[in-house]
């Protein structure tokens, strides 16, 4: 069946750092590539997403490229802020369900 | 409220007793999710109405667990007989239909079993 793995956490980075959360998928045919992010207290939100094969998603600054030679979708943003300090999840829509597949999350802890 | 609504957002009961969660979608959204957070499985597909169609209750755990949507607008999930393993934060989440359409989420409620 449809898989997500995404790099463990805490991610912990100073304020301005790059960011890189990596997301690798297992999946027929061509899902649809999503990320969520959870601040803390709040409900899932989604960030971006992308629906085919080198689409870039973006959004408040974070950019993923769905890459299906690699099956990877990472997730990187040039300078973070401590207002990203969130749990960040990677997510598939496959072809033939509708519910999504979630990967672990990644929490990200950014430094003032 | 123009997004998902959840209630309640918490819900502690004891062992045995059967809980009741409301969720009332988007208004206009044609599909509803429920999926279930936890600590040692992560987030977790429960069950999805489209529409008129019948669900897909492939995600639910086992018997204990049901859920209804009347009127193609809000749904009940209904857990029967709770165990402690039902602790969990269980999120509702709408869109558009099926396909790529983003899914949106509620808050959550987090059920807690004693």
């Known amino acids: 069946g449809d898989s997500v793995t995404q790099m463990e956490g805490p991610v912990t980075l100073s304020e301005e750092a790059f960011l890189t959360i990596n997301c690798t998928y297992t999946a027929t045919g061509y899902p649809s590539l999503f990320w969520y992010v959870q601040y803390p207290g709040e409900g899932l939100q989604l960030l971006l997403k992308a629906t085919k094969a080198d689409d870039k998603g973006s959004n408040k600054g974070f950019e993923a490229t769905y890459r299906k030679e690699t099956t990877s979708f990472h997730l990187e943003k040039g300078s973070v802020q401590v207002s990203d300090s969130a749990v960040y999840f990677c997510?598939?829509?496959?072809?033939?369900?509708?519910?999504?597949?979630f990967g672990g999350g990644t929490r990200l802890m950014v430094k003032p | 409220g123009a997004g998902v609504s959840q209630s309640p957002s918490n819900k502690v009961t004891e062992k045995g007793k059967d809980v009741e969660l409301r969720c009332d979608p988007i208004?206009?959204?044609?599909?509803l999710y429920w999926y279930r957070q936890s600590l040692g499985q992560g987030l977790e597909f429960l069950i999805y109405?489209?529409?008129?169609?019948?669900?897909?209750k492939s995600g639910l755990p086992s018997d204990r667990f049901s859920a209804e949507r009347t009127g193609g607008s809000v749904s009940t999930l209904t857990i029967q007989r709770t165990q402690q393993e039902d602790s969990a934060v269980y999120l509702c989440?709408?869109?558009?239909?099926?396909?790529?359409?983003?899914?949106?989420f509620g808050d959550g409620t987090r059920l807690s079993i004693l």
């Open positions: 109405f489209q529409g008129n169609s019948a669900p897909d």
């Open positions: 208004s206009g959204h044609t599909a």
């Open positions: 989440a709408s869109s558009l239909g099926r396909g790529a359409r983003p899914q949106h």
């Open positions: 997510a598939l829509r496959g072809d033939a369900g509708n519910m999504l597949t």
